[in-house]
């Protein structure tokens, strides 16, 4: 334990700090804003089906957006792009706050903002290996981790009780303020740093080399295969009413269900990050990937919403090897084509889950959601077994680096 990274001394790189208050309280407005453009969509509409579709729009933009736009992390100074990106995205949601705004413009608004995500992470993760250094990169990704999954049951609960008490214009106003305070915290807590060497020039050059690399790189290829697992294990955040119902659980049992992996996430995050022995961390791979399959198969024996709460913990605790692997994969990465290729691997994320949630949407309609949540537990843990052979076949070959190394050096 002496020669690992505390939490406090990663905590007490300045730069590192600024990056983490700043998306902290930023992820808080985001989270904010969902409930309040659901809240305000519904109240103006009535349609659910209106309300169902706006609320996908925050998450679906950036399947689109995030090939096109994460390159700029790679040819400008992520600094600056971070700091642009915030300000733009301030700007749109101060307007999405206007009372009365045609719900038209406030979704085409949303898209826009949304949309921008991508460029914001890119540049960030991005930039996160060259404020960390060694291993305090991977407990830095690991808090990271933890207070988003702190920050998404917070908004959540806090968004709620906000709206109902302020309105929703009050809430896209304070989500717009967070914008603002993160780029200012960027702008002052960031030194300048130049624009990777070698780093391309043209969209088009960015997106098809990001593409090669990944698909010739077997490790950054089993990594991604690790990674879009977790499109199986999120199939009961998204099943969370139905299961509830199942088990004879009301509304307040949702609630308890939807925020059991975000927990559990929270905790494995710390646990793998800080407490995982270094040399263990990309051979537990594998084999966290396959166990977390294993309490989603467990709790369609008998669905109860205790049990089931319980389990789930259970899954984003294990699930939390999807950390290690993102960290791993950042690291393999050249400098001057890490903004583009994280960019396209978090828009295959993104795909992963929304297709894992709606598959397991059709399963439960054909069989129950407690089977449904069992069958992508089992599916998710054969392909696992897969990924981690392969992901093994690649560290046989002694040529990735583990985690806890100094990232190789590329610019």
């Known amino acids: 334990m002496a020669n690992r990274p505390t939490i406090r001394e990663v905590v007490a790189v300045a730069e590192f700090r600024a990056l983490w208050i700043a998306h902290a309280q930023s992820r808080l407005g985001d989270q904010l804003a969902r409930v ?33 736009l994460t390159g700029l992390a790679d040819r400008f100074p992520r600094r ?33 903002v949304v949309s921008l995500q991508p460029l914001y992470s890119a540049a960030r993760n991005a930039l996160l290996p060259d404020v960390l250094e060694g291993d305090r990169f991977v407990v830095g990704v690991g808090l990271a981790s933890a207070t988003d999954s702190v920050v998404q049951v917070l908004g959540f609960a806090v968004g709620g009780l906000l709206v109902s008490l302020t309105g929703s214009h009050v809430a ?14 960027i702008r002052t807590g960031l030194r300048h740093r130049d624009v990777p060497a070698g780093a391309r020039r043209t969209v088009g050059r960015s997106v098809s080399a990001g593409v090669r690399l990944i698909w010739t790189d077997r490790r950054l290829r089993s990594l991604l295969g690790l990674l879009y697992l977790y499109g199986f294990y999120l ?35 710390v646990l793998l990050s800080r407490w995982l022995p270094a040399r263990w961390r ?30 789930w913990v259970l899954v984003g605790v294990l699930s939390s090897y999807t950390m290690l692997a ?23 994320l993104q795909a992963a889950q929304g297709l894992g949630v709606a598959a397991a949407g059709v399963l439960a309609d054909l069989t129950s959601p407690a089977t ?37 050096t590329h610019s």
């Open 235 to 269: 199939a009961p955040e998204g099943l969370a009413a139905p299961y509830a119902a199942q088990a004879g659980g009301g509304d307040a049992a949702v609630g308890l269900l939807m925020a059991a992996d975000p927990v559990g996430a929270m905790i494995g995050s």
């Open 172 to 185: 896209l106003g304070i989500n717009a303020a967070t914008f603002l305070v993160s780029s200012t915290m």
């Open 326 to 348: 993102h960290a791993t994969f950042v690291r393999l990465v050249p400098n001057d084509q890490r903004g583009q290729v994280v960019g396209l691997a978090s828009a295959g």
């Open 282 to 311: 990309s051979r537990s791979l594998g084999p966290l990937a396959v166990a977390s399959a294993v309490p989603l198969a467990v709790s369609a024996v008998l669905p109860s919403v205790p049990g089931a709460v319980g389990l």
């Open 80 to 112: 600056t792009v971070m700091v642009v990106t915030e300000l733009v995205r301030a700007a749109l949601t101060a307007t999405m706050a206007i009372p009365g705004l045609p719900i038209a413009v406030l979704i085409v608004l949303l898209v826009a």
């Open 36 to 68: 309040a453009i659901a809240v305000l969509v519904f109240d103006r509409t009535a349609s659910a089906l209106l309300t169902a579709v706006t609320y996908a729009l925050s998450f679906l933009p950036p399947l689109v957006s995030a090939p096109l």
């Open 372 to 408: 449904a949540i069992a069958l992508m537990g089992a599916t998710g843990g054969a392909l696992a077994i897969l990924a981690g052979h392969s992901w093994s076949r690649t560290q046989r070959h002694a040529d990735a680096k583990e985690p806890n190394q100094s990232p190789p």
